[in-house]
C-alpha cells in the first residue's frame, strides 16, 4: 500500500528555532492534513491543505501542499516550549472512495526553554 | 466546536477478557473510525464506519470487532484481549462531503492488557 514518509523523525531545537519538517508520498495526493498530538493526548488537526501550490498559515505554523502533490511541508516559527508533541501528516488512503486516512510516521518535536 | 468523548482514559485488563471501548462524538458525523497506535508503528485503521450498522475492516482489523448502534457511538470489541493488544486506542470522526478527509480525534484510552 501506499506510504508517507515524514522527516526527520525527531527534532530537539532551541527555543525560538524555527522548525521544518516534510512529508512525502508514493502517489499523487488531493489533500495533505497535518495533526501535532500532545504527550498523552488525541491528535488534533492543524492545517488542512486542498490545492496543490496553496500555502497556509494557522498562527505560527505554515504548511505547504507541493506542486508535484506528493508532498508537503510544516514550518513552525519562532517555538515556544508548547510545541513540544509529535506531528503527523495524512493524506487520503489510496484504492477506497470513502474518507480513510493514511498517516506517517510523525516527528517527534522537542524544545529546549 | 467538535467534541469526540472516549469511555475510559486508562484500563487495565487480564488476558482473555472481553474488552469494550466506547466512543461518542456530538457533531452528527457520518463516518467513524477507531485506530490503535505504537510506537514505531504510528497509526494504524482497524475499523471504520460510514452509517448506523455499516463497517469496514481497516488495516489491522484481527481480534477485534465494532458495533455502530446509534449514529453518535462507535464502539471497539476486543472478544478476547491479549498482552499484544496492549496500545493506545483512538477514535476519531468526520463528515462526509467536502471537508471529509478532515478527521477529529478523542483523547485516546490507553489499555494494558496483562
Known amino acids: 500500500g501506499q506510504q508517507l514518509n515524514q522527516s526527520p523523525q525527531s527534532m530537539f531545537i532551541q527555543e525560538g528555532e524555527d522548525v521544518s519538517m516534510n512529508c512525502t508520498s508514493s502517489s499523487i495526493f488531493n489533500t495533505w492534513l497535518w495533526y501535532k498530538q500532545d504527550p498523552g493526548e488525541g491528535p488534533v488537526l492543524l492545517i488542512a491543505l486542498y490545492k496543490a501550490g496553496e500555502l497556509t498559515s494557522n498562527g505560527r505554523l505554515t504548511a505547504q501542499f507541493g506542486i508535484t502533490r506528493k508532498d508537503s511541508f510544516l514550518n513552525i516559527s519562532a517555538s515556544i516550549p508548547s510545541d513540544v508533541g509529535i506531528y503527523f501528516c495524512?493524506?487520503?488512503?489510496?484504492?477506497?472512495?470513502?474518507?480513510?486516512?493514511?498517516f506517517g510516521g510523525g516527528t517527534r518535536l522537542m524544545v529546549k526553554p | 466546536d467538535v467534541k469526540v468523548t472516549q469511555s475510559s482514559r486508562y484500563l487495565v485488563k487480564r488476558t482473555g477478557e472481553k474488552v469494550f471501548l466506547e466512543c461518542v462524538q456530538d457533531?452528527?458525523?457520518?463516518?467513524m473510525f477507531w485506530y490503535r497506535q505504537d510506537p514505531g508503528l504510528g497509526l494504524r485503521l482497524i475499523y471504520f464506519?460510514?452509517?448506523?450498522?455499516?463497517?469496514e475492516k481497516g488495516d489491522i482489523p484481527e481480534g477485534y470487532s465494532v458495533s455502530r448502534e446509534k449514529k453518535e457511538r462507535f464502539s471497539l470489541i476486543l472478544e478476547s484481549a491479549s498482552t499484544n493488544q496492549t496500545s493506545m486506542y483512538l477514535c476519531?470522526?468526520?463528515?462526509?462531503?467536502?471537508?471529509?478527509?478532515?478527521?477529529?480525534f478523542g483523547p485516546g484510552t490507553r489499555l494494558t492488557v496483562t
Open positions: 476519531a470522526s468526520s463528515f462526509v462531503g467536502a471537508l471529509s478527509y478532515e478527521q477529529y
Open positions: 495524512a493524506g487520503p488512503y489510496e484504492g477506497w472512495a470513502g474518507n480513510m486516512l493514511t
Open positions: 464506519s460510514y452509517d448506523v450498522k455499516m463497517k
Open positions: 457533531m452528527d458525523h457520518e463516518n
